[in-house]
């Protein structure tokens, strides 16, 4: 059973849309991040939260954390091809050093 | 550039032979980690190591995988006896220190073939 659950597995959009993935869990976490993938490549970080209910904005991109901290939102404004990647989120417990990740979610966007 | 790099970026084996995977981070980053990630997946826990503290090895999935870390620079993924289920992605990555607030910087990742 993964930790993290993150849905859609995949989705497919045409530019200019709008988009919401989500990273669920039962466990509560101390501090979730969201990085995304390109091929070839390793993830990279946008953004950190670690306060439930927090809201954080990077240009069209806002992350939230839910309030009891179990679970988070990416959405997306006006999607544009360059958005195109693997979405992870990454979350650890407690004090724990190791991050665990979800599946990720394949986001393409079509032009 | 002064980002984390990794060789091979592709390796081809046999079933049954040993493979080594190298990581070089960056420099000054104290914290050092490697994942697993199949095509397409999340990555996959498999160990770190902290400064000269004892590394976590709790993510690795066999005794046929073992790491070190040398100078606290350096550090190489050995795999003994590779298997075809060993095939995916090895993503090393570190931090300035190891914490769940604190950025890790990603290689580009050995993409590890068994045949």
């Known amino acids: 059973t993964q930790l993290l659950e993150q849905s859609p597995q995949f989705l497919s959009i045409q530019e200019g849309e709008n988009l919401t993935v989500y990273c669920n869990s039962s466990s509560v976490f101390s501090s979730l991040q969201w990085y995304r993938q390109e091929p070839g490549e390793g993830p990279v970080l946008l953004v950190t939260v670690v306060t439930g209910g927090e809201v954080k904005k990077l240009k069209r991109l806002t992350f939230q954390f839910g309030d009891a901290r179990k679970d988070s939102s990416l959405h997306i404004t006006a999607a544009q091809p360059g958005d195109t990647g693997l979405y992870l989120c990454a979350a650890a417990r407690g004090s724990a050093r190791q991050l665990t990740f979800g599946s990720g979610t394949q986001l393409t966007v079509l032009p | 550039g002064a980002g984390v790099s990794q060789s091979p970026s592709n390796k081809v084996t046999e079933k049954g032979k040993d493979v080594e995977l190298r990581c070089d981070p960056i420099?000054?980053?104290?914290?050092l980690y490697w994942y697993r990630q199949s095509l397409g997946q999340g990555l996959e826990f498999l160990i770190y190591?902290?400064?000269?503290?004892?590394?976590?090895k709790s993510g690795l999935p066999s005794d046929r995988f073992s790491a070190e870390r040398t100078g606290g620079s350096v550090s190489t993924l050995t795999i003994q006896r590779t298997q075809q289920e060993d095939s995916a992605v090895y993503l090393c990555?570190?931090?300035?220190?190891?914490?769940?607030?604190?950025?890790?910087?990603f290689g580009p990742g050995t993409r590890l073939t068994v045949l």
């Open positions: 420099s000054g980053h104290t914290a």
């Open positions: 190591f902290q400064g000269n503290s004892a590394p976590d």
């Open positions: 990555a570190s931090s300035i220190f190891a914490g769940s607030y604190n950025e890790q910087f």
